[in-house]
Every structure is written in C-alpha cells, then in structure tokens.
C-alpha cells in the first residue's frame, strides 16, 4: 500500500520559517518524480515545487529564491523549506509523487502565516 506521510505544518508570523517532510512508503522512491503542491480555501491546488529523480528542480515563480526542495532516496522523504513566508503562503500543503500513470498524493498539512 503506498501512503505519503507529510508533516511539519503550523502557525507561522510572516517573515517565519517552517520545514515540511514527506514520507513515502510503498513505491520505489528514488524512481519518482516527487513534489508540494498547495491550495488555499476557494482556489485550485498549485504546484509549488518539484524535484526529479535526477535532483532536477522546479519552482513556481511565486515561491523561487524562498523555497527549497530536496530529496533524501535513503530515507523515502521529500523536503520543503520555506523561509520569508508571507500570508499569501497559507494554504493547505500536499506532496504528491508520479511515475507514468502513478501519481499519489499525501492527506495534507496546513500552513497559516500570520501575525
């Protein structure tokens, strides 16, 4: 069974940083192009950050220069750092990893900025 665990969420002031894990399990990790995606209430889930099996990475220009995205292949996680958050940030977090027609998703955790 594949689950993707995801943590690290919370209530954050602006300016703040947080951290997000993913831990997958079930799937050949390292094979898998693996990612965060968010969405705010009333909007469609975005993609925020991506990251091949190769370490090649992608941003959405809203977030370049502020977050990072990283994979650790021995331990099956994904990473999302995110620094300088701004209230526009919050929203709910989703990892997600595809390989072909295989594309799984985490339940979500949530980040809120604010003062």
């Known amino acids: 069974q594949v689950q993707l665990v995801e943590s690290g969420g919370g209530l954050v002031q602006p300016g703040g940083s947080l951290r997000l894990s993913c831990v997958a399990s079930?799937?050949?990790?390292?094979?898998?192009?693996v990612g965060w995606y968010r969405q705010a209430p009333g909007q469609q889930r975005e993609l925020v950050a991506a990251?091949?099996?190769?370490?090649?990475?992608n941003y959405a220009d809203s977030v370049k220069g502020r977050f990072t995205i990283s994979r650790d292949n021995a331990k099956n996680t994904v990473y999302l750092q995110m620094n300088s958050l701004k209230p526009e940030d919050t929203a709910v977090y989703y990892c997600?990893?595809?390989?072909?027609?295989?594309?799984?998703w985490g339940q979500g955790t949530q980040v809120t900025v604010s003062s």
């Open positions: 997600n990893s595809q390989l072909g027609i295989r594309n799984y």
């Open positions: 079930g799937i050949a990790f390292r094979l898998y192009i």
């Open positions: 990251i091949t099996s190769g370490d090649v990475t």
